[in-house]
């Protein structure tokens, strides 16, 4: 995640952080179904209004480093030096976010998603714009006008290869396996008499 460089941008990611972690607070202490809006707002001194301007919903507040989550999946496919592999550099940024899920401190609030019918459905939704953005960088990066159907399938591959790995019981073998599956597609695909 950037650091704001002025002192409004600072101030007003401040005010975001402060209503996310008074959010994740209150969701884990009383429940996420028990703690409304008005609760949020009203622990973390803001508005509702001023919350409404930086969570578009309820589920976004559990759900706060969405954007930077997909920005690191382009990224690892945009930013990656011109001889590395697309496969690996996923695998590597996939890793990275599985591990820090699986620890002993995100516990709790993937239960507390787990048991939310509100929150896996807006998790579900989530990984599908992110798999949409994943595909189109790749695309980028193959210089394709528009994500073909390989693209958008192994960009659904990774994207769910973290919740699978996240929900296993060694979630580094797990990533482990799911993206030689992933390499072995991707293999194939290349393969095809029009590059992906």
Known sequence: MTVPSGRRERKKAATRQNIADTALRLFL??????????????????????????????????????????HRLAQAVTARSPHEPLIPALRHEIQAMVRHCASDTAAPIWRMIDESPALRTYEQSMRLRHADSLATAIAADLNLPEPTTACRTIARFVVDSHSLAREAADPDAAVDEIFRMIEAAWDVASLLPQRI
Not at 44 to 52: C, P
């Open 29 to 70: 202490e009383r429940g996420y179904d028990a703690v409304g809006i008005r609760d949020v707002a009203a622990e973390a001194d803001v508005a509702v209004t001023t919350l409404f301007s930086h969570f578009a919903s309820k589920e976004a507040l559990i759900f706060e480093r969405d954007e930077d989550f997909e």
